[in-house]
Nanobody, 119 residues
Framework: VQLQASGGGLVQAGGSLRLSCLAS????????MGWYRQAPGKQRELVAT???????NYVDSVKGRFTISRDNAKNTVHLQMNSLKPEDTAVYYC??????????????WGQGTLVTVSS
């Protein structure tokens, strides 16, 4: 099983980016999916999560600006980021709580994608 994240880049404050993450491999089912981020010198922070049923949760600092969504048929999760601020600059990591075809279950992580917001 592997997760492949994409969509990071450099954007000016007030701009938008869309992150995507594709899970592939011997996947039986996926429970929660989500995104963490880690800014330089700071601890990793949970940004947003989405359940298999579509229930979402966000850290307060991104509410109203970020939207998490998923396509269960394609094993993908997206993070639409609008009204970006310099403090959103971080490496963003996707994760997925996956049950494999061998009936094992754990969180899998993407490789991280850098988002840089200039002022």
């Amino acid at each position: 099983v592997q997760l492949q994240a994409s969509g990071g880049g450099l954007v000016q404050a007030g701009g938008s980016l869309r992150l995507s993450c594709l899970a592939s491999g011997n996947i039986f089912s996926i429970n929660d999916m989500g995104w963490y981020r880690q800014a330089p010198g700071k601890q990793r922070e949970l940004v947003a999560t989405i359940t298999s049923g579509g229930n979402t949760n966000y850290v307060d600092s991104v509410k109203g600006r970020f939207t998490i969504s998923r396509d269960n048929a394609k094993n993908t999760v997206h993070l639409q980021m609008n009204s970006l601020k310099p403090e959103d600059t971080a490496v963003y990591y996707c994760y997925a709580d996956i049950i494999t075809n061998w009936n094992t279950r754990r969180n899998y992580w993407g490789q991280g994608t850098l988002v840089t917001v200039s002022s």
